[in-house]
Structures are given as C-alpha cells and as structure tokens.
C-alpha cells in the first residue's frame, strides 16, 4: 500500500471551496488549517504511483474531492482508472458507484462509456 494513499485515507475527502478560494484579503477566504489540508491532500495526490492496486482503488474513490481542485480530481481520476482493464468493465462500474463524489463519479462514468462506446 503506497503511503500517498494511505495519506489521502487518513485526510478524507478534501473540503470544499479549493477554485473559489480568491484571495487573503477576502471575506470567507479559508483558515490556515484548510488551505493546509487542501496542500496535503494535493501533495499526496501528485505522489502516487500509477498503476495502483484495487485495494487504492477502493480508498481513493471513498476519498474523492467534491468539487474542482485545480486538476488535482483528474490526477485523482487517472489514479483510479490505472486499475481499469478491458476484461473487468463490470467490476470497474460497480467501484464507480462506490464514489462518494457525484462530480467524480459522473467523470469516471462518462470515461467508461466512452471508451465502451469507442470499442463497439
């Protein structure tokens, strides 16, 4: 088990509000503590080596983010999809609904499809 993802577990999913923060100065402008998780979950994220196990795949879909990081959900994604084989479409979809992010499930959902689609 990679540490990174072993990171990410322990994390949980990422708070929101990561591509609204705007700036210091701003009213609503996320506390120290966030902005700390957000850098931890983003530097864990960047660590990870692909192709991960089923056993990751399984964490990281429970840990998903929410709502857009600044292309940290697509290296998530890809993450996730290292797991992904031909033959294993089906087991692949029901990891899918296992998400805990409807953004991220729809992108993963949408992915399958069309490289179903694609195939045909």
Same mark, same amino acid.
Request: glycine letters at 14%; proline letters at 10%.
């Given at each position: 088990m990679q540490e990174a993802v072993?990171?990410?577990?322990?994390?949980?999913?990422?708070?929101?509000?990561?591509?609204?923060?705007?700036?210091?100065?701003?009213?609503?402008?996320p506390s120290d503590e966030i902005l700390d998780l957000w850098e931890e979950y983003q530097d864990a994220a960047d660590s990870i080596t692909r192709p991960i196990t089923w056993e990751e795949a399984e964490i990281l879909i429970q840990c998903c983010p929410t709502d857009h990081m600044s292309g940290i959900e697509w290296t998530v994604l890809h993450c996730i999809e290292s797991v992904f084989v031909p033959e294993g479409a089906e087991n692949f979809r029901k990891l899918i609904e296992k998400c805990n992010s409807d953004m991220m499930k729809n992108m993963l959902s949408e992915r399958l499809r &069309?490289?179903? &689609? &694609?195939r045909e």
């Open positions: 072993l990171k990410i577990q322990k994390l949980g999913v990422p708070p929101e509000g990561f591509e609204d923060a705007g700036f210091p100065e701003d009213e609503g402008f &069309n490289y179903i &689609n &694609n």
